[in-house]
Structure formats: structure tokens, C-alpha cells
């Protein structure tokens, strides 16, 4: 069994130990974990870092719209990638624009979309993610996953509640379709926060595989001011409560996964958690770098 030095955040003393099939368990995340892009200027300078083949997940801005996420999911596509693409349910028009983009993801063969409620305002022909949920898994839209939101760290207008009745709906839809999915956690920095969250969810039925989200090794002020910009304020909002946490951002250049990864080490090995999802703000170099240096 290894130990690692713990955070002075975690509320579980000063260690912890990683046994060793937590520890497999963590490096075949690390491993394995989907990059997610953001359609804006900086990514054309993330794709040479891209690994070949490697899982990417293409974020739905509300700037550039649904139809920017399809052009760059076809492009991935062509290029070998295995692209996940955003769909914003609040960008959605009605109930014939869901069919046609579900002709979509049959048409190119897509096996997974992630779906999200998105932020736009005033919304198109759907409100939330649940919804919009619902009309496509009528569809014949050919996929074989589809993944949804989760948020451990709250959300900044929607309460805790209703963000847990709207999880275990997806879940319910999700099942009565016979379609696999999972639900992917919003980036957040308190690995107690996470790990009670999830444990609170799994008491109360919630069996959807989990990808933890995680924020990739960005710069500490792109992290602040991207953070921001896209609507992770409130995830970031244990920094602003935590004098150590937010103490180590600014002594030091990036954020380095691990600082989430390990201390939840055995507790994703335990409660079902399946993936990362990498919040890399399209400084895909570096987080390439940490993977290298971590599977050593």
C-alpha cells in the first residue's frame, strides 16, 4: 500500500493510503481520459498535441452555436479522432430539429453524445437537458451511450434538489430507452466535496457510471478568467472559500490533476467511477505533459 501526502483540504488527516488496486485503477484513468475542447481561436493550436485516436469531447459554445460543434466533430472524425459532441439542449430549436440531429449522429455513424442544458437565453424549443432527453431517445438516432451532467459542487441557479430530481430523471429515461449512459461531474477542486456527493448519490439509486471531472494543467489565470467565461464560476468557488487551496494556485504556475486524482484515489475505485473527463481549455500540451510524466 502507497502513501501519499494529503492536502491540508481534505478533512481526512494527513495521509492517505492508496492500495494497490486503487492505484491501477487510477493510472488506467489517467490513461484513458477524454480531453475536452472548447470551439474558440486556441484550438488550433491543441491539435498538434492531440494523441492520435485519442477520445475528445466538443464543447457546444454559446457563441458559435451547435452547428460550429458538428463541423469540428465531423472534422475530428475524418481525422481519426473519436469525437463526443455537445449538445446544448437550450439551443435546440423544437422537437424537428432534435429528429435532425439525430439523423446526424446516425448518419455518421456516432456511438456517444453528451447532452447538456446549457446556457442560452432566452432557450430555444427546450428548456433543460431533461426534456430534450426524452424527445431524442424517441428518435432513431443510432447511439449507443449518452452521457449527462452532474454537479457535486452546485450549480449557480438551479438547487441542489432539482439538479438531483433532473439527474435521477435522465437516469430513468435513459433506462426505459435501453440505451447506456453516464454522467459526467462538473470541474470542482474539493476532493471531500466529491467523494460525499457521490456517496450520498449512490445511497439514493443513482447506478450511472461517473467521469469525474477534472481540470487539465492550465494556467492559473487562464483557469480564473476561462473558468469564468464559460459558467464554471460556481465550480471554482471552492478556491475563493479555501485560504490553502487557493494559497497553492497562486504560488505555483498550473494545477496539477493529481491533486484531485490522488486523494480520491479508492474512492473511485469503490463508488463506480469509470472515466475523467479532462477540462483542458485547449492547453492540451501541457496536460499531455503530466500524462507522460505520471504513466512515466
Not at 41 to 51: C, D
Not at 213 to 226: E, P, Y
Request: proline letters at 4%; charged letters at 25%; a negative charge.
Amino acid at each position: 500500500m502507497v502513501l501519499f501526502r494529503k492536502g491540508k483540504n481534505s478533512g481526512q488527516g494527513d495521509e492517505f493510503a492508496e492500495s494497490p488496486e486503487a492505484k491501477a485503477h487510477r493510472i488506467a484513468l489517467t490513461r484513458n481520459y477524454t480531453i475536452e475542447l472548447v470551439p474558440m481561436k486556441s484550438l488550433e493550436g491543441a491539435r498538434a498535441h492531440l494523441p492520435a485516436g485519442s477520445t475528445l469531447s466538443v464543447t457546444c459554445s454559446p457563441a458559435k452555436g451547435i452547428e460550429e460543434t458538428q463541423r469540428l466533430t465531423e472534422e475530428f472524425l475524418n481525422e481519426g479522432f473519436d469525437p463526443i459532441p455537445h449538445i446544448s439542449a437550450r439551443m435546440v430549436r423544437d422537437v424537428d430539429h432534435t429528429r435532425e440531429l439525430a439523423a446526424w449522429c446516425k448518419g455518421l455513424g456516432l456511438k456517444r453524445v453528451f447532452l447538456v442544458g446549457g446556457d442560452a437565453d432566452p432557450p430555444g424549443g427546450y428548456f433543460d437537458a431533461v426534456k430534450f432527453l426524452g424527445d431524442l431517445l424517441t428518435t432513431d438516432h443510432g447511439l449507443d451511450a449518452i452521457g449527462v451532467t452532474a454537479y457535486p459542487d452546485h450549480h449557480a441557479f438551479i438547487s441542489d434538489e432539482k439538479l438531483h430530481d433532473a439527474l435521477h430523471a435522465k437516469q430513468a429515461l435513459l433506462n426505459e430507452a435501453g440505451v447506456a449512459g453516464w454522467c459526467s461531474t462538473q470541474m470542482c477542486f474539493d476532493a471531500a466535496d466529491i467523494e460525499a456527493w457521490l456517496r450520498a448519490e449512490r445511497a439514493s439509486g443513482l447506478t450511472l457510471p461517473v467521469h469525474l471531472g477534472v481540470s487539465g494543467v492550465v494556467d492559473k489565470t487562464k483557469l480564473m478568467t476561462m473558468g469564468v467565461r464559460i459558467g464554471l464560476g460556481q465550480s471554482l468557488g471552492y478556491l475563493k472559500k479555501n485560504r490553502s487551496a487557493i494559497t497553492k494556485m497562486m504560488t505555483s504556475t498550473s494545477y496539477d490533476p493529481n491533486d484531485l486524482l490522488m486523494p480520491l484515489s479508492e474512492a473511485n475505485l469503490e463508488l463506480g467511477v469509470e472515466g475523467v473527463h479532462m477540462y483542458t481549455f485547449n492547453q492540451v500540451e501541457a496536460t499531455e505533459a503530466w500524462r507522460a510524466e505520471t504513466l512515466g
